[in-house]
Nanobody, 129 residues
Framework: QVHLVESGGGLVQPGGSLRLSCVAS????????VAWFRQAPGKEREGVSC????????YYIDSAKGRFTVSRDNAKNTAYLQMNNLQPSDTAVYYC??????????????????????WGKGTLVTVSS
């Protein structure tokens, strides 16, 4: 069976850091791109970052640029999202997904979930003092 399991969420103060992990089982992570999405209370899910499976290219929404770093370790079948300088607006359930990065825009991009095939169940990130 295919599974994606996220971990690393929790409560952090503004300005703090967290590293989320996404472990794949039942398939190899190099099957596709890995994306991170988040859904805040009362809001729609939004794509945060995506890393290609081919050239390792990365994409970030504007609010994540300079603060978040997406990476993958195919040998460990694990992807990561390093999040620094977290703000209350980053509070959300974070999901990892595997599939294709569907990016719209050039300098300022949106990351769409249509291309994703597999999803984890999410990990909660709460940024609060």
């Amino acid at each position: 069976q295919v599974h994606l399991v996220e971990s690393g969420g929790g409560l952090v103060q503004p300005g703090g850091s967290l590293r989320l992990s996404c472990v794949a089982s039942g398939f190899t992570l190099d099957y596709g791109a890995v994306a991170w999405f988040r859904q805040a209370p009362g809001k729609e899910r939004e794509g945060v970052s995506c890393i290609s499976s081919t050239d390792g290219g990365t994409y970030y929404i504007d609010s994540a640029k300079g603060r978040f770093t997406v990476s993958r370790d195919n040998a460990k079948n694990t992807a990561y999202l390093q999040m620094n300088n977290l703000q209350p607006s980053d509070t959300a359930v974070y999901y990892c997904a595997v599939g294709k990065c569907l990016i719209k825009g050039l300098d300022s991009v949106t990351i769409h979930d249509d291309g994703m095939e597999y999803w984890g169940k999410g990990t909660l990130v709460t940024v609060s003092s």
